[in-house]
């Protein structure tokens, strides 16, 4: 066995990005959410991600602004830290241990150097009871500080961080558990805590289920189950408090969030409709609709001109306080389950799977963002549970990307089965896919597997299909018959059965010569150019769950999983049974790039990795215990650049990267230390500019630019020009006209600013004179030069430099100071 | 607990009117409540919520508000009358008319020395209390409008009108109207249509509260006349207001049957910059809320579905305490339906009829719970139509069939049946004396009517073939001014039992003629009291619950009454809502006493052992699925069924066979007229 070494298992893109409440910075252009192990920091205006900010190493639990500090944030994690970032250049600053895994985090402004973090019981980790615990943050320069002082504030909380709140000026905070809200008093030291009664006798359900307080008068609102909202008052009093109604939502409030002024509260649910309620107006109601998905969180920004709901489909939506949709972060869609396989559109590159319900989804794996989705079975999606409506259940693109496939089902439960298989062609146009044939009905009964030919050389383009039906069928691309004007479509070329069995797998050989298909315990293969049965397999008795044929020097092996925890490879050369062992393989599959081969194994509860050469009989490569449960998803996605890892164990991932789905929807993949290394080193260099949000765009036109400054700079060296912004300059640009002095005071003004340079140069003279002592100089400018930033290019360069270009480069030095200085 | 047949009887078409309107005095804790065919009830809501008292109305009035003055009660209705009650003898004492057209609204001033009426000609008339009457005393300035709803400024000086489109207020002092306070006009179609302020609050710190047709709860503020806030409370009318006895509350009425609260709150907590915020909505009715009282522990509300709704706050009382039970109250607390045992027929007693009907037959015979084939049906005998404006106040039918009477407050009509031949005479000679009643009730043998009058005084008759004659009249001892609303005679026709809204139970000796005893006086209303056939216990139960068995004989409690209040009654038993309207015996087993309310009826078996507060009460289902032998063990003396609900009448007859006289609420649902329309969700 071949130990792991340095692969990890990692979240790398695709994960949730609505899993906790985002935050809108002060200056409403960031917006920070947690996103699996890291905090992502998204520009409100473009949509880009700015930064993800790295270091936790289990998943962040929450995001919060430091209520003294404007320009940091705190995040906290499963891992038991809190951390504080500087989220606009991406820098961590501290990280404080907390040593329990923390669930959410809160702070106020009123409480100095404290947080209020969820914890599980302090005397129990593993324990499913939650309670409030307020942490001293220690004033210390270190960088890693523990945090000792610990108290507890409410024993019995919900995890779910929308259910603790933050009173008016800090003086209270509000939790809210099942049946009951508890508010502690900060100042008495005291909690109140008030009850509903189960259910109502219309069978409404009065669980709490969020909480939200209003920040300048003592008003707390409680959204529950049955979709009513709470208002409370005089909470103060044990029995004289009181509430009002609201009642819009037909089921569970998700989340409740007052505008920083309290003028309007909003609440989101299932129903996809973010609702603005007056305060204290509230038959008086603004409506968001068509929001795509159940709203899960809602969050304003400080200044109350930004809302932004978070959705169950991993979105996050950024609304003007003007109830307008101004942009949408989406992540991966993750539904319950995929039923299509993972694959790569080899054009885009990209991840495509099922994405809204009736679409496929093209996911950039690089760039951790969604292309587009396609809209597969172009019917209104109605938004109610218990509806049986079509659903893409396979989906294939052949080995160019000019064609896919799709199949979509509806009702799988009764006897009838809606059937559609539909081809679409890639438009070079418009950059997409086209519908091009649907094929209503295409078999009797499900289809159980779909594959493309892959020759690259072949001229026509052949898919296979294989049903419960008991026939697999070949389509073709041919010419439409009647008229010139309509396009080629397909069609029906072959029908094939084998003995009334059921086909279950099929698989087309790398050249495309060969097809074979799994009928039960039977694998046939058949020539495709003459649909000639040529040969049947079948030397393990079992039924076939997996059948996939070697690649490159490999394509002569077939290889297959049983249904009775069987591996067999098949020598096509000799028909024969090359060798099986045994494991249970629940997903086997191989790299189009490499000859390598994955198999995923499910054991006790776990799944193992092993990658293996058909031709060889040690695997490259085994990593026990995966991820818990089974995985039934995966892909090899091409890199953009290869690695070059010389060890051993590594190398299959040179190519090619493994990523796969876990049974709770997480995609995860496999990266080796030097590359961790590269990703994180890369995003510590990162320094942005505060005024752009640093996108990609920007980074292309950003460079352009640099180099223009540069060139500048280095122009104005040799022919001494105007420093590019003095102080005065720049006050006399930035200064409104009408609040200036007199243009002729200001003339002398400005050729006083310009004459500066006069004596730099003058300087500069001398220093040329006063070749001889240039060491002492330098020292003096060296002092001189501590405050602007080093150019370590510079520097490295300047080691081996003749002595006419130190001059140039000493000049430069001066040069370079006062034009800083015009800066500070 | 015995086998019976069962008449079970749901051809009486009881049919309760709207209520109107409502007023609590906090004083006395007694709730008046007028009804649209100007029928007036008095609930003691010290008492268990106890009707203590029905005054019957009258054709053409109807009161339109009502006010307490102390202990007086006045309403003013559309026919422009001011009438004031007289509570002791259950009928109007006098009205004044007022010369301003229908009145709308009645209001008197804290001090009780002013009562200010708002009329249709834009009137608002003062009115001097005096002490037996009332007197005009002069106009505030005349307007344009009608006055709808009028409220007093605690400190009598002020007076605040609704009107349309407008509220005034007015100094009590010159007459002049101060302020004009325009209210809004609803949006959309109604924009067209003037605005009604159906209801007005004027609080102590100047803030009035209107309630008006385009569905608002405005808060504005007295002295300067500008509106501070308004809530819109529904899509059509709020047609009731009412506050707080300390002004942190006021609650309102609106037409889609829901009762919205408001509370004063401070905003911030420990700060003292308060105002009104809208908080609870109660939802008990399905059609107008007319009438509202808010108590100190509840709200009070009624409206166009017919019944009283008593919605405890639960701020104000103790959690899953009686107190804190919503109460409904739909039936009236006296028996509408006489059963006369030996003929087999029921007298149905209407605000403006009677029915006889003869219960119908059977011959089968059955296992318990079957239901048997009828052989001869139910059959609607006579329909009285009464004389005068009148409505009926009480009605009577003797044991034998053969006599009918029937009393309004101004008259008393006595009528000798012929059964077999059904035909009705009047009896046209009658005593002097008996010109009107307030119960009325005939002798087992049918050979005495007793008609009580007022001052708690028995008027006896004796009833020959054709005709009758004025024997004696009873009086108690004590002197209580108070009426009777309970009479009952033992079956040997020996004693006669009489029990008055003070509480107090006499027994005479109809031998003698004169008083037996006193009953020691209980707190709390005697709601049905029966004298046993054979051992002239006297057994009474009353709004409480508690059930007193007083022997006449020893003229003290009877050792089970003794055992009974040494233990306590079930919880169960005291958490009922409604109370026992009636009790009977059972002859054929002389420890059984029959007892029923709204929602059950009981057989205290006297011989058996009493209920621990533990047992389950209700255990009659469990009992049967027991084998005989372990019955015994769990049995108690309670033996309740709930088969039958919504009782008016639960009788013995002769035969043994039980009549169970049943009005589903349902029933009295549907003939409602329909709500105004909304808007559900997912129709």
């Known amino acids: 066995m071949v130990g792991h070494g340095d692969i990890r298992v990692v979240h790398r893109g695709g994960s949730k990005i609505n899993s906790r409440q985002p935050v809108i910075t002060q200056d409403s252009r960031f917006l920070l959410c947690a996103s699996g192990e890291c905090v992502k920091v998204f520009s409100t205006s473009t949509e880009e991600c700015v930064h993800d900010l790295r270091g936790h190493t289990d998943a962040v639990t929450g995001v919060l602004l430091k209520p003294s500090n404007h320009l940091q944030a705190y995040s906290c994690s499963a891992d038991g830290t809190v951390r504080l970032w500087d989220f606009t250049e991406g820098i961590h600053i501290k990280t404080y241990v907390i040593g329990y895994p923390v669930y959410s985090i809160y702070a106020s402004a009123h409480h100095e150097g404290v947080i209020f973090v969820v914890t599980p019981m302090l005397n129990d980790k593993r324990s499913e009871v939650f309670q409030l615990v307020a942490v001293h943050l220690p004033q210390s320069g270190d960088q890693l500080v523990e945090a000792l002082e610990l108290s507890a504030v409410i024993s019995d909380v919900s995890s779910n961080p929308a259910a603790i709140g933050f009173g008016k000026g800090g003086e209270f905070i509000a939790s809210a558990k099942g049946l009951h809200l508890e508010v502690f008093f900060f100042k008495k030291q005291k909690s109140y805590r008030f009850s509903l009664k189960e259910d109502n006798k219309k069978g409404g359900k009065n669980t709490f289920m969020c909480v939200a307080c209003h920040q300048k008068e003592d008003c707390i609102a409680t959204g529950h189950e049955d979709g009513k909202i709470r208002l409370w008052r005089n909470f103060n009093h044990k029995k004289e408090y009181t509430f009002s109604t609201l009642h819009w939502h037909h089921s569970a409030v998700s989340s409740l969030c007052f505008t920083p002024e309290g003028t309007n509260l909003l609440s989101g649910g299932l129903e996809s409709v973010l609702v603005q309620w007056r305060y204290n107006q509230e038959s008086q109601r603004d409506f968001l609709p068509r929001l795509g998905s159940a709203i899960t969180h809602i969050a304003v920004s400080p200044d109350g001109a930004l809302f932004c709901t978070s959705h169950s489909d991993n979105k996050i939506t950024i609304i003007q306080s003007s109830v307008k949709v101004s942009a949408v972060i989406q992540g991966l869609v993750k539904g319950e389950s995929v039923r299509t396989d993972l694959m790569v559109d080899p054009r885009s590159k990209s991840l495509v799977l099922n994405g809204k319900p009736g679409q496929l989804q093209f996911y950039s794996l690089q760039r951790d963002k969604l292309l587009y989705n396609l809209d597969i079975v172009q019917q209104e999606y109605i938004h109610e549970s218990g509806l049986e409506q079509f659903e893409v259940v396979k989906a294939a693109f052949d080995a160019s990307g000019s064609w896919m496939a799709t199949v979509e089902e509806r009702n799988q439960k009764a006897a009838e089965l809606e059937l559609n298989l539909k081809l679409w062609a890639f438009d070079e146009q418009t950059q997409s896919f086209v519908l091009n044939t649907t094929i209503s009905t295409p078999h009797e009964a499900r289809i159980t597997d779909m594959c493309f030919c892959h020759a690259a050389d072949s001229q026509t383009t052949m898919l296979v299909s294989t049903s419960k039906d008991g026939h697999f069928k070949a389509w073709q691309l041919s010419a439409a018959a009647h008229t010139e004007d309509e396009g080629p479509s397909w069609s029906c070329d072959f029908v094939g059965a084998y003995h009334s069995l059921v086909p279950e797998r099929c698989c087309f050989s790398a050249d495309g010569s060969l097809l074979a298909v799994s009928f039960q315990e039977v694998v046939t293969v058949w020539s495709p150019a003459s649909w000639e049965l040529l040969t049947t397999l079948s030397q393990p008795p079992q039924a076939i769950r997996d059948l996939c044929f070697g690649r490159l020097s490999c394509s002569k092996y077939l290889l297959g999983t049983t249904a009775s925890k069987l591996l067999c490879c098949w020598n096509l050369l000799t028909c024969s049974l090359e060798w099986s062992t045994t494991m249970d393989v629940s997903l086997l599959l191989a790299d189009p790039l490499t000859e390598n081969m994955a198999a995923f194994c499910f054991q006790a509860g776990g799944t193992d990795l092993f990658v293996f050469k058909p031709s060889e009989p040690r695997p490259l490569f085994s990593h026990k215990a995966v991820c818990s449960g089974k995985v039934t998803r995966a892909i090899f996605s091409p890199r953009e650049e290869m690695l070059e890892s010389c060890e051993e164990s590594s190398q299959w991932l040179n190519r090619s990267q493994l990523h796969f789905l876990t049974q709770y929807m997480d995609l995860m993949t496999f990266t080796t230390k030097a590359e961790e290394d590269r990703l994180l080193a890369s995003s510590r260099q990162l320094v942005v500019d505060d005024s752009v949000a640093m996108t990609p765009f920007y980074l292309l036109l950003g460079k352009h630019r640099q180099q223009e400054t540069e060139d500048a700079v280095s122009s104005s060296l040799s022919s001494d020009t105007v420093p590019q912004s003095s102080a005065a300059i720049k006050q006399l640009l930035q200064t409104p006209a009408h609040v200036m002095p007199s243009t002729s005071y200001l003339c002398s003004m400005f050729v006083q600013s310009l004459l500066i340079s006069v004596t730099d140069t003058r300087e500069e003279n001398k220093h040329a004179e006063e070749k001889m002592d240039s060491e002492r100089e330098e020292e003096d400018s060296e002092e001189e030069m501590e405050p602007s930033n080093p150019r370590p290019q510079q520097a490295s360069e300047a080691c081996s430099l003749t002595k006419a270009q130190l001059r140039e480069l000493r000049r430069v030095r001066k040069q370079d100071h006062s034009w800083s200085a015009g800066f500070l | ?683």
């Open chain 2, 1 to 683: 607990m015995a086998e019976f047949k069962v008449h079970r009887v749901r051809f009486f078409d009881y049919m309760p009117t709207a209520i109107r309107a409502m007023a609590f005095n906090p004083r006395t804790e007694r709730l008046a409540v007028a009804r649209a065919d100007g029928a007036l009830e008095i609930f003691n809501f010290a008492d268990n919520y106890f009707q203590e008292k029905v005054i019957p109305g009258q054709d053409g009035r109807a009161a339109e508000a009502l006010c307490w003055l102390g202990q007086r009660l006045f309403s003013a209705g559309l026919n422009g009358e001011i009438t004031e009650y007289d509570l002791e003898n259950l009928r109007p004492r006098y009205t004044v008319e007022a010369y301003g057209g229908p009145i709308w609204s009645i209001s008197s001033n804290s001090q009780g020395s002013l009562l200010a009426v708002g009329c249709e000609d834009g009137t608002v008339k003062i009115f001097e209390i005096l002490e037996e009457r009332i007197q005009f005393q002069r106009n505030l300035d005349r307007q344009k409008g009608r006055i709808i709803s009028l409220c007093w400024h605690p400190s009598g000086t002020l007076i605040a009108a609704g009107m349309m489109d407008m509220i005034k207020i007015f100094d009590a002092e010159s007459g002049r109207a101060t302020h004009r306070l325009l209210v809004e006009r609803g949006v959309g179609a109604s924009k067209s249509r003037e605005v009604v302020v159906w209801s007005i609050a004027f609080l102590s710190d100047h803030t009035i509260i209107s309630g008006d047709s385009a569905g608002k709860v405005q808060v504005w503020d007295g002295l300067t006349g500008t509106l501070v806030r308004t809530h819109l409370v529904t899509k059509w009318d709020v047609l009731a207001l009412s506050s707080s006895q300390d002004e942190s509350s006021v609650v309102a009425g609106t037409s889609e049957g829901t009762v919205v609260q408001f509370q004063f709150l401070s905003s911030n907590v420990g700060q003292q910059d308060k105002e009104w915020v809208r908080t609870r909505t109660f939802k008990n009715h399905s059609h107008d809320v007319r009438g509202l009282a808010h108590t100190d522990t509840a709200v009070v509300s009624g409206g166009m579905d017919t019944q009283l709704v008593v919605r405890p706050l639960l701020d104000k009382v103790e959690k899953n305490t009686q107190e804190s039970a919503l109460r409904k109250i739909a039936f009236p607390h006296r028996s509408l339906v006489c059963c006369a045992k030996k003929a087999g027929l029921l007298l149905f007693q209407f605000p403006d009829h009677l029915e006889l009907w003869r219960l119908g037959e059977s011959n089968g015979h059955g296992s318990p719970g079957d239901s048997l084939p009828v052989k001869r049906k139910p059959e609607k005998l006579i329909q009285l139509k009464r004389k005068g404006e009148d409505h009926i106040s009480c009605s009577a039918l003797s044991p034998c069939g053969g006599w009918l009477a029937y009393s309004t407050v101004s008259s008393f009509r006595l009528y000798r049946l012929q059964n077999n031949t059904i035909s009705v005479t009047k009896v046209s000679r009658l005593p002097k004396d008996l010109r009107s009643a307030q119960q009325l009730c005939f002798s087992s043998d049918s050979t005495k009517l007793f008609a009580s009058s007022c001052r708690s005084s028995v008027l006896v008759v004796d009833l020959n073939q054709s005709d009758c004659k004025y024997l004696h009249t009873l009086r108690p001892k004590s002197g209580s001014s108070q009426p009777i609303h309970l009479l009952c005679v033992s079956e040997d026709g020996k004693w006669l039992a009489t029990a008055n809204t003070d509480c107090l139970i006499h027994v005479f000796n109809l031998d003698k003629l004169k008083l037996h005893c006193t009953v020691p006086v209980y707190s709390s209303c005697p709601t049905a009291i029966a004298i046993h056939p054979t051992n002239s216990n006297l057994v009474v139960v009353h709004a409480d619950q508690q059930i007193f068995e007083y022997s006449l004989v020893q003229k003290e409690y009877t050792e089970w009454s003794r055992k009974l209040q040494k233990q306590g009654l079930h919880p169960l038993w005291m958490e009922r809502d409604t109370p026992i309207t009636h009790i009977a015996f059972n002859p054929k087993n002389p420890a059984h006493i029959i007892l029923h309310d709204t929602f059950m009826f009981c057989i205290i078996d006297q011989n058996l052992p009493l209920p621990e507060a533990k047992t389950p009460l209700y255990n009659q289902m469990t009992l049967r699925s027991l084998p005989e032998s372990e019955r015994i063990m769990h049995s108690h003396a309670f033996k309740i069924c709930k088969n039958f609900q919504h009782l008016l009448c639960v009788r013995l007859l002769e035969d043994h066979s039980l009549v169970v006289v049943e009005r589903p609420l349902l029933d009295i649902l549907s003939q409602l007229p329909a709500p105004v329309r909304q808007k559900k969700f997912a129709t």
